[in-house]
């Protein structure tokens, strides 16, 4: 009976649960409050969670407990000890290939369709295959890795002899299962960074600016947020003279952490509101027009939602306005201060055209700006984010 407590303890979370914070953070204040709760079982009910957003859109009418039993059929190939919650024809049903699983489903149930799991499939970004997007929610990304520079032998020599498994997606760039452990493996930021196979690829962009090797360059990172992209230009290029903003202090103290570990020491920072009609470029910081500026812009978040599938069912449409009006205004703010000549590099981890190829299109209408490369790095074909990048370069 133990899986049924689980079950219906996940029910009950679920039933409370109303999206206003991040679900992680909500399940960690319960485990806090309810003590009885071991680590296998915070684990199997925090599974059962999101599992259950893992569903999206989809058959939204059907009591949660339906809609549970939904999702667990869906998301786990074989029935398991989960087999007491359903009958004899559910689990005739159950089919370890999803397709197949898939199918019986939408027999079952006509109002389920793929589609319905992420319903916006006529405001997506060109070149997204809308089913085959709605179905990887169903399964939860990978975790990547990027090794940094002439750490290539140290990392695959370190995770051998942990026997951790792995797989070589390039030279550089390493995929694992979801929640392994890796702090007393290696040395994260110093030997490789815990960054995304969508996101590891912005340095074929980065790799477009036209920079001479013997020469200084200035780049602002204006959105740094954990600074994965600065850590990345940084490799690609040690000549960056390193600029990080962000809205929040917090985030630019964890970042200094990180840049510390990584041994990035030479850099200045500064606390912002790109979005404030107000901003003024703070008097302490020299350094005001930038070779390269980096907006990895504030978004939707939607090609992430595989791994915070809560924000997938909690969306509406009328957000993808917000964000892209949002992203306006920090580009509005930070496009001064890009010399004639400079490069912008513009970055969403959205799916939505209005996000993305719009938003490009607006600022070359607007801008003296010229498209050098725009790319939309579809990760769902890879267990990974989807992400969107255009490199723009000032006339």
Same mark, same amino acid.
């Given at each position: 009976?133990?899986?049924?407590?689980?079950?219906?303890?996940?029910?009950?979370?679920?039933?409370?649960?109303?999206?206003?914070?991040?679900?992680?953070?909500?399940?960690?204040?319960?485990?806090?409050?309810?003590?009885?709760?071991?680590?296998?079982?915070?684990?199997?009910?925090?599974?059962?969670?999101?599992?259950?957003?893992?569903?999206?859109?989809?058959?939204?009418?059907?009591?949660?407990?339906?809609?549970?039993?939904?999702? *667990?059929? !869906?998301? /786990? =190939?074989?029935?398991? $000890?989960?087999?007491?919650?359903? @009958? %004899? #024809?559910?689990?005739?049903?159950?089919?370890?290939?999803?397709?197949?699983?898939?199918?019986?489903?939408?027999?079952?149930?006509?109002?389920?369709?793929?589609?319905?799991?992420?319903?916006?499939?006529?405001?997506?970004?060109?070149?997204?295959?809308?089913?085959?997007?709605?179905?990887?929610?169903?399964?939860?990304?990978?975790?990547?890795?990027?090794?940094?520079?002439?750490?290539?032998?140290?990392?695959?020599?370190?995770?051998?002899?942990?026997?951790?498994?792995?797989?070589?997606?390039?030279?550089?760039? *390493?995929? !694992?299962? /979801? =929640?392994?452990?890796? $702090?007393?493996?290696?040395?994260? @930021? %110093? #030997?490789?960074?815990?960054?995304?196979?969508?996101?590891?690829?912005?340095?074929?962009?980065?790799?477009?600016?036209?920079?001479?090797?013997?020469?200084?360059?200035?780049?602002?990172?204006?959105?740094?947020?954990?600074?994965?992209?600065?850590?990345?230009?940084?490799?690609?290029?040690?000549?960056?003279?390193?600029?990080?903003?962000?809205?929040?202090?917090?985030?630019?103290?964890?970042?200094?952490?990180?840049?510390?570990?990584?041994?990035?020491?030479?850099?200045?920072?500064?606390?912002?509101?790109?979005?404030?009609?107000?901003?003024?470029?703070?008097?302490?910081?020299?350094?005001?027009?930038? @070779?390269?500026?980096?907006?990895?812009?504030?978004?939707?978040?939607?090609?992430?939602?595989?791994?915070?599938?809560?924000?997938?069912?909690?969306?509406?449409?009328?957000?993808?306005?917000?964000?892209?009006?949002?992203?306006?205004?920090?580009?509005?703010?930070?496009?001064?201060?890009?010399?004639?000549?400079?490069?912008?590099?513009?970055?969403?981890?959205?799916?939505?055209?209005?996000?993305?190829?719009?938003?490009?299109?607006?600022?070359?209408?607007?801008?003296?700006?010229?498209?050098?490369?725009?790319?939309?790095?579809?990760?769902?074909?890879?267990?990974?984010?989807?992400?969107?990048?255009?490199?723009?370069?000032?006339?």
């Amino acid at each position: 009976m133990r899986y049924q407590s689980y079950f219906n303890t996940a029910i009950g979370l679920l039933t409370q649960y109303k999206g206003a914070q991040p679900l992680v953070h909500y399940l960690k204040a319960y485990f806090a409050m309810h003590k009885k709760h071991g680590s296998r079982d915070r684990k199997i009910i925090a599974h059962l969670c999101y599992t259950y957003y893992r569903l999206g859109h989809a058959v939204k009418d059907l009591p949660v407990e339906e809609r549970m039993r939904i999702a *667990l059929f !869906l998301c /786990n =190939g074989k029935a398991g $000890e989960w087999h007491i919650l359903y @009958d %004899a #024809e559910w689990l005739a049903g159950w089919d370890e290939v999803l397709e197949n699983r898939l199918a019986y489903l939408q027999k079952r149930f006509q109002t389920f369709s793929t589609l319905s799991i992420f319903p916006w499939h006529t405001a997506l970004s060109e070149g997204i295959d809308a089913e085959a997007f709605a179905v990887s929610h169903l399964l939860q990304p990978d975790l990547f890795l990027r090794i940094r520079p002439g750490k290539e032998k140290t990392v695959l020599r370190k995770l051998t002899e942990a026997s951790i498994p792995f797989r070589s997606i390039s030279d550089t760039c *390493l995929s !694992l299962a /979801n =929640g392994t452990k890796l $702090e007393d493996v290696l040395a994260i @930021d %110093a #030997e490789a960074v815990v960054q995304d196979y969508s996101s590891q690829q912005i340095e074929s962009l980065l790799k477009q600016i036209n920079l001479n090797p013997e020469t200084e360059y200035h780049l602002w990172d204006c959105c740094a947020a954990s600074g994965g992209k600065s850590l990345l230009a940084m490799d690609c290029f040690w000549h960056w003279v390193l600029t990080v903003s962000d809205i929040r202090p917090a985030i630019l103290r964890n970042l200094k952490e990180r840049f510390d570990k990584a041994g990035i020491r030479n850099y200045q920072s500064f606390v912002a509101d790109l979005t404030s009609p107000a901003f003024q470029w703070p008097q302490q910081t020299g350094i005001k027009n930038f @070779d390269t500026i980096l907006c990895d812009a504030p978004c939707s978040g939607s090609g992430t939602w595989g791994r915070t599938p809560e924000q997938l069912y909690f969306f509406s449409e009328e957000q993808i306005s917000i964000f892209a009006r949002r992203q306006k205004q920090i580009l509005q703010q930070v496009l001064p201060h890009l010399k004639p000549g400079g490069y912008l590099l513009y970055i969403t981890c959205s799916v939505f055209k209005q996000e993305n190829e719009d938003r490009v299109q607006e600022l070359c209408d607007t801008n003296p700006l010229t498209l050098v490369d725009q790319q939309l790095f579809k990760g769902y074909s890879q267990h990974a984010d989807t992400m969107f990048a255009a490199l723009l370069r000032k006339t």
